[in-house]
């Protein structure tokens, strides 16, 4: 079964505003990670948070990490076009080697 | 530059055929998976390797093999095509560090339909 779930499962916003998405997972995990995936393309990494930090940011990219929750969010302000993509979270669950778990992502769509 | 590529990009086989799809990545990393990817379940692991001679199932391994005999190759079998496994196949790689976990470099995936 799938580790991760994000939410919600599709968003619209306007360029400029800033696009919030989230993520539940079940066990403990090593890290969270955040992925973009344009459409008919593969994977790209965005975004990698330990399990023992709280928040971490790369340029419009904040992710926060609650793991007494078991959940993050990703916050990508000032968005723009270019940002339409899906999003996904991925784990690395504690003591499991290095596979990644990957929710079923979002589907972030920003018009100009 | 370092990379991963995947191919072939587009696959049409028939049901019962024995398909291989290919993965190579120039990174020198361990750690190689195989996931594919389907509406409404987002990327489900197959197979993954963390070394030569390594090979590991993962969530959805049923009519899939994998061999890895060299640190650049991960080719994914399907024993006997079934329409079930039409899907977009995503291979990827990282580096092994012990104690850290580092990011996945994915390859552009083949879309593979079983007819």
């Known amino acids: 079964s799938q580790q991760g779930e994000e939410d919600p499962q599709a968003l619209s916003i306007q360029e400029g505003e800033n696009a919030t998405m989230n993520c539940s997972y079940k066990t403990s995990i090593n890290n969270l990670q955040w992925y973009r995936q344009n459409s008919g393309r593969g994977l790209v990494h965005l975004i990698l948070i330990r399990s023992n930090e709280r928040e971490k940011h790369s340029g419009r990219l904040r992710v926060t990490l609650d793991t007494s929750k078991k959940s993050s969010s990703l916050l990508i302000t000032a968005s723009r076009a270019a940002d339409t993509a899906s999003y996904f979270c991925?784990?690395?669950?504690?003591?499991?080697?290095?596979?990644?778990?990957f929710g079923k992502g979002t589907s972030l769509l920003v018009t100009p | 530059d370092a990379e991963i590529t995947q191919s072939p990009r587009h696959k049409i086989t028939e049901t019962g055929r024995q398909v291989t799809l290919a993965c190579h990545q120039t990174w020198n990393h361990n750690n190689m998976f195989w996931y594919r990817q389907d509406l409404g379940h987002g990327l489900r692991l197959i197979h993954y390797s963390y070394g030569v001679h390594d090979t590991n199932k993962g969530e959805v391994s049923d009519g899939y093999s994998v061999s890895r005999s060299n640190t650049e190759d991960l080719p994914l079998t399907l024993e006997s095509a079934a329409s079930s496994q039409t899907s977009v196949y995503f291979c990827?790689?990282?580096?092994?560090?012990?104690?850290?976990?580092?990011?996945?470099?994915f390859g552009q995936g083949t879309r593979l339909t079983v007819v």
């Open positions: 990827a790689s990282s580096e092994s560090r012990p104690g850290a976990t580092t990011e996945a470099f």
């Open positions: 991925a784990t690395v669950l504690a003591n499991s080697g290095y596979a990644l778990n």
